[in-house]
């Protein structure tokens, strides 16, 4: 019709709201105006870091430093892994570190 002006009210266009893809994550959701953006979920944790918390629909992978090795007169109660960090412990009272070897465990003393 000749005569009609378009405006923002008038000339709208609804699109399809998108969805991020297979190793993607939400940065920001889709709002009357804009549609979701999507960001690459990052590259697996390196070989001196641990995965803390995954990727998630909403979210990126968060990766860690591997925490120090364990000191004399602690013992390595779990090793590093892809998704968890080292557990050193420290040595019981009436224990003792026999061989400064984290991997194996604390000794009792012996009595005298």
Known sequence: ???????????????????CDSGEFIISRATLTSDTV???????CG???YESNPPTPTSNR??????????????EEAAPTESSNRVCTPCA????D???????????????
């Open 62 to 75: 968060v990766c860690m430093p591997v925490s120090r090795p364990c000191d004399s007169g602690e013992f």
């Open 38 to 44: 999507c960001q690459t979920v990052s590259e697996p």
């Open 1 to 19: 019709m000749p005569g009609n002006i378009l405006t923002a009210v008038t000339d709208r266009v609804c699109s399809d709201i998108s969805g």
């Open 47 to 49: 070989e001196f870091s």
């Open 98 to 112: 026999h061989d400064n070897n984290a991997s194996t465990e604390c000794e009792e003393c012996e009595e005298g």
């Open 93 to 96: 009272p009436g224990y003792y």
